[in-house]
């Protein structure tokens, strides 16, 4: 075995770093080498889990590995971010999530984790309007006869979320708020849940995402819908007026997700499942499914990293100030 000698010293240490620098960059040029976990962290069957698995499989063929979606629960959608956050930065653990990633913050005097610090960037991918639903045999039939009700029965009437800091308690917080009346949160482990006990008759009302109730909507046996939380109607529900052109002016809720990495995660890594997402995303069945549900794809230009980072930061700007002013906290 030869050794440098010390005149070699420098030129061995040169060599060193060469080889060092070779190996990352071919360790970075096989990624992934096996499959890659996508937390999600709502629970199967939810918005945000329909989302996530639709988009696996075309990710995964680009990326050349299975894309292995996770559902990791709890404590109102943030125990999956923690997670990831502290996941090694390698690429091989990254999260899709909603507009959470912005409230949390407002929610959470403890929050294990702060979204604009502790994670790496990759993308938006849509954005996806609300629907407002009773059960099936709910007294009222439209929308006037439910603020009627409502306000006759105030809070005996039940509203279910997916949890608290999930959009459906946002959004229910915010039409209790427009109507005036306080009515009686039913918190769920997960929007998959509060919709099946709203169609099982168990609770009155939810404010749920079109990925999840574009469905029961148009088989017209499960549940009532009074209204959608966008200003426009929606093509696939041409015949669902609008919140705002029922009376609550200016109600406008809508969904957007993103997906993450680990902070540290390395360039190229995050290079590679930003080509995986846009690529998703522009498949047609991908498409085809998505406007079957309501969601709209973002522009190209919001697929990235700066695009997914400066609209985070205005979002959590944004509904900080509406949680504050509501006096809403998850502790």
């Keep these: 075995m030869k050794f440098c000698s010390p005149t070699g010293v420098r030129r061995c240490a040169a060599l060193a770093a060469v080889l060092l620098l070779q190996g990352a960059a071919w360790a970075q040029s096989a990624w992934p080498e096996r499959p890659v976990t996508l937390v999600v962290p709502y629970s199967a069957g ?3 889990d329909v989302v996530a698995r639709m988009l696996a499989i075309p990710m ?41 990633m912005a409230t949390a913050p407002a929610l959470y005097k403890k ?120 200003p426009r109607r929606l093509a696939s529900l041409p015949d669902v007026k609008t919140l705002d052109e029922q009376g609550l002016k200016g109600f406008d809720v809508k969904v957007w997700h993103g997906v993450y990495a680990p902070k540290g995660t390395p360039p190229e890594v995050l290079a590679k499942i930003n080509q995986a997402l846009r690529s998703a995303l522009q498949d047609d069945m991908v498409k085809q499914r998505l406007a079957d549900l309501s969601s709209e794809i973002v522009p190209m230009d ?17 509904w900080g100030k509406v949680i504050k002013a509501a006096g809403v906290s998850a502790e």
């Design 46 to 48: 939810g918005p945000t």
């Design 60 to 100: 995964a063929r680009t990326l050349g590995q299975p894309l292995v979606v996770e559902n990791t629960v709890g404590a109102g959608g943030t125990i999956g971010p923690a997670r990831v956050a502290k996941a090694q930065p390698n690429g091989y653990t990254i999260l899709i999530h909603h507009m959470g």
């Design 111 to 230: 929050l294990p984790y702060d979204p604009l610090k502790d994670f790496e960037y990759i993308g938006q991918v849509m954005d996806v309007p609300m629907t407002l639903l009773s059960r099936k045999d709910f007294p009222a039939n439209t929308f006037p006869e439910l603020l009627a009700y409502v306000k006759q029965h105030k809070d005996k009437v039940t509203l279910a979320n997916a949890g608290i800091g999930a959009v459906s308690q946002l959004c229910g917080m915010l039409l209790a708020h427009q109507i005036g009346v306080d009515l009686t949160t039913v918190p769920y482990k997960g929007a998959g849940p509060a919709l099946a006990d709203i169609m099982s008759g168990q609770v009155d009302l939810i404010c749920d995402q079109t990925t999840q109730t574009v469905p029961v909507i148009k088989d017209g046996q499960r549940v009532k819908v009074f209204g959608v939380t966008t």
């Design 302 to 318: 919001k697929v990235t990293p700066e695009g997914l980072r400066s609209h985070l930061a205005a979002e959590t700007e944004k």
